[in-house]
Nanobody
Framework: QVQLVQSGGGLVQAGGSLRLSCAAS????????MGWYRQAPGKQRDMLAT???????NYADSVKGRFTISRDNAKNSVYLQMNSLKPEDTGVYYC????????WGQGTQVTVSS
């Protein structure tokens, strides 16, 4: 049974930083591409960042230069370091993996106040 358990998030002022973590079990973590997504209120869920098994990263333009995705295969974990946060970064953040992105974390609320 695949599980993605997220931690981190919360309330922060604009310009601040947060770090999200996602611990995976039930998969061979090291071979899987991992991703972070965000769903803002009333909007669709959008990809923010992905990292391949080889460490290649990809970012949405909206977060490029501010967010950093990383992984620790020894801990079966993926992280999202978020700096220079803006009110428009507010939303529920999800980690994701699996064939066709079939597995999702439980979601973590991030609220950025102006």
């Amino acid at each position: 049974q695949v599980q993605l358990v997220q931690s981190g998030g919360g309330l922060v002022q604009a310009g601040g930083s947060l770090r999200l973590s996602c611990a995976a079990s039930g998969i061979i973590f090291s071979i899987n591409t991992m991703g972070w997504y965000r769903q803002a209120p009333g909007k669709q869920r959008d990809m923010l960042a992905t990292i391949t098994s080889g460490g290649r990263t990809n970012y949405a333009d909206s977060v490029k230069g501010r967010f950093t995705i990383s992984r620790d295969n020894a801990k079966n974990s993926v992280y999202l370091q978020m700096n220079s946060l803006k009110p428009e970064d507010t939303g529920v953040y999800y980690c994701n993996t699996g064939i066709n992105g079939r597995y999702w974390g439980q979601g973590t609320q991030v609220t950025v106040s102006s």
